[in-house]
């Protein structure tokens, strides 16, 4: 069974910066991480960034310009470098990947930012 396991979060005062990880494994044969998530309490999931191969990153306007999404070859894991950390990306960080069964999501990891 293939697993995402998101590492990296932690505590930053604002201004700050993190780098998440994304990996999968369990024998992730023809899985692909496509992107992160986050999700605030009390908010809905929402997108942060996603990558392709074919059609390159994209980033919720809250981020641009501060988070930038990468990812191996292999396309097993994805990496998030967030710049210049705002109290309001204080959430719960999760990663989504494809694979022939359908989309898989990590755990989460929590991102918090305060002074």
């Known amino acids: 069974q293939v697993q995402l396991v998101e590492s990296g979060g932690g505590a930053v005062q604002p201004g700050g910066s993190l780098r998440l990880s994304c990996a999968a494994s369990g024998s992730p044969f023809s899985v692909y991480v496509t992107g992160w998530y986050r999700q605030a309490p009390g908010k809905q999931r929402e997108l942060v960034a996603t990558?392709?191969?074919?059609?390159?990153?994209t980033y919720a306007d809250s981020v641009k310009g501060r988070f930038i999404i990468s990812r191996d070859t292999a396309k097993t894991t994805a990496y998030l470098q967030m710049n210049d950390l705002k109290p309001e990306d204080t959430a719960v960080y999760y990663c989504?990947?494809?694979?022939?069964?359908?989309?898989?999501w990590g755990q989460g990891t929590q991102v918090t930012v305060s002074s």
């Open positions: 990558i392709s191969s074919d059609s390159g990153p």
């Open positions: 989504r990947a494809v694979q022939p069964q359908g989309i898989l």
